[in-house]
């Protein structure tokens, strides 16, 4: 019986500590317009490099920059890196065309929120995510999500 409270009182350790590495929508709007602005100010490739950095300022907590051209090809990605190069415009696993919302948005108004479905760190849970997604000079639009 001991054994088990010891489980249950460490397992309660847990819970908060992930809930703190969640980021907020507000913190990944705030990141999205940075990498805007780094694409302006150093040019993709060198934007792209900073957001692969694990100490390059764009991971924080959960969040971490894609960036996608308005076809539907992956430009950058933070932590999925096998994903660059890749036509993702009719990406459906999750229930959502999210990707061919993010270039209705990107063509429409530069920069906006779009809403979808994500599996949530570390579970298998599928959760209400948005990303806040900002064209840059380039052409192309970078995005950071954060759940709901």
């Given amino acids: 019986m001991k054994q088990i409270l010891v489980g249950i009182a460490a397992a309660a350790f847990v819970i908060p500590a992930l809930a703190s590495d969640i980021a907020t929508p ?3 709007k705030a990141m999205s317009e940075k990498a805007r ?3 302006n100010e150093m040019g993709s490739e060198k934007a792209f490099e900073a957001f692969a ?3 390059g300022g ?3 907590k959960d969040l971490y920059v894609f960036c996608m051209d308005m076809d539907g090809v992956m430009l950058s990605h933070a ?3 096998g994903l660059v190069g890749k036509n993702l415009l009719d990406f459906d696993k999750y229930g959502d065309l999210l990707f061919q919302d993010m270039i209705a948005v990107a063509k429409d108004s530069d920069e ?5 479905s994500w ?3 570390g579970t298998d849970e599928i959760k209400p995510k948005t990303s806040y997604i900002a064209t840059n000079d ?3 639009f970078c995005g950071v999500g954060a759940y709901k």
């Fill in 138 to 140: 380039e052409g192309f």
């Fill in 112 to 116: 906006g929120w779009v809403d979808y």
């Fill in 26 to 28: 507000e913190e990944a």
């Fill in 79 to 81: 932590v999925k890196p």
């Fill in 58 to 60: 764009f991971q924080e």
């Fill in 53 to 55: 950095d694990p100490d």
């Fill in 119 to 121: 599996p949530y760190p």
């Fill in 37 to 39: 602005a780094a694409v």
